[in-house]
């Protein structure tokens, strides 16, 4: 059947196909144009976990969010579609985060890893892993790239992405990254993981091509990570909670500290949304919750608004959604907030995505 056919047969009313793939929708991966790669992957998780189980949780949550996107109501139509993730990581993830947990003890007690060779063979194996989990990120997203379509990161927590910055990398001359979350992730080999979740940024600093970093919400940091930022000088860009909330209790309003955050980003902009950038309520079970933060409609209007502008969306990475033992609301709010930044990128890159629906208020 071809991609009309299926089109003219399906009906975007009804639930979703529960043997589809994510959103319910019923295209195959050739018929996609946005490719959504799943990262099961939560080897250095340094207080909560779960983040593995991300994927699986937004795939279940997925068919019961409503296919007519107020915004973007015919987004379905250019086919999304969770491809399998890189051969190995949930495998990896479980063996490595078993080795992980007696460094991570052992220097939390004040430890000195030198003196303890077993756990300094342990780390150097752990960081060849997660070495080779980026290296697996990084030629799956060419392989779809290649192909033409829009490529875009499911975690998983924030090591995840870094593989697929240095994809975009290999595509793009220079980009920025809209870095939504609680924590800067400047530290550097944190507790000894060269690639942990709380070094993602401080990595993709690394790659030369990342021109600038925008941070927006940011309300926990260490010493190091300051110093990083200030080495960086204009390179980074940092947007506190803290900062933010006085400017709009002093009357600025958010529309005008969105239009500041876009403005310093460069032309191209790959999204990073770290999802404990939300009020806790949203995310309850995520790994590093922080009090704070801004809520969905925040978030999805500054995602709305530098779709709108003459910025190039050239991809984004949702991370660190972890499911509750007895309830999906991490799952159901990851998976509309993926469903929106999916409508977002396509919008951006003039995709066909319909006409906002306007409702009569009188």
Not at 296 to 322: C, M, N
């Amino acid at each position: 059947m071809t991609k009309q056919e299926i089109l003219q047969s399906f009906d975007p009313s009804q639930p979703g196909l529960a043997d589809a793939t994510i959103f319910g929708l019923p295209f195959s991966i050739e018929d996609s144009e946005i490719i959504v790669i799943p990262v099961p992957w939560e080897v250095t998780v340094s207080y909560g976990s779960g983040a593995s189980k991300g994927p699986e949780a937004i795939l279940e949550a997925s068919f019961q969010v409503d296919l007519n996107h107020q915004e973007f109501p015919e987004l379905w139509k250019l086919g999304i579609f969770l491809d399998e993730s890189p051969k190995g990581i949930k495998k990896n993830s479980k063996k490595y985060k078993k080795q992980a947990a007696p460094i991570i003890e052992a220097l939390e007690s004040g430890a000195v890893l030198d003196n303890h060779p077993a756990l300094r063979k342990s780390l150097d194996k752990i960081n060849y892993a997660c070495s080779d989990m980026v290296e697996a990120v990084r030629e799956k997203t060419l392989h779809w790239l290649n192909q033409g379509k829009k490529v875009v990161l499911l975690g998983g927590d924030h090591s995840t992405p870094l593989g697929y910055y240095q994809a975009l990398a290999e595509k793009h001359d220079n980009f920025g990254i809209l870095h939504l979350d609680a924590h800067m992730d400047f530290r550097i080999a944190y507790e000894g993981f060269t690639y942990s979740h709380a070094s993602i940024m401080y990595n993709a600093l690394q790659i030369p091509h990342i021109t600038k970093i925008v941070q927006v919400g940011i309300r926990d940091f260490c010493e190091q990570e300051v110093d990083v930022v200030k080495q960086q000088g204009s390179r980074v860009v940092v947007h506190t909670d803290s900062d933010l909330k006085k400017e709009t209790f002093e009357g600025k309003t958010w529309q005008q500290q969105c239009d500041q955050i876009i403005a310093a980003l460069p032309q191209k902009v790959s999204i990073s949304f770290d999802i404990d950038g939300l009020l806790p309520w949203y995310c309850p079970n995520t790994g590093t919750p922080v009090p704070g933060g801004f809520s969905f409609e925040q978030a999805a209007y500054l995602l709305s608004r530098l779709a709108e502008t003459d910025k190039e969306i050239i991809g984004f990475d949702l991370v660190e959604v972890a499911p509750g033992e007895n309830d999906d609301w991490d799952g159901n709010v990851g998976a509309r907030m993926l469903f929106h930044m999916c409508g977002v990128l396509a919008k951006n890159n003039k995709m066909e995505v319909g006409e906002k629906i306007v409702f009569p208020r009188n």
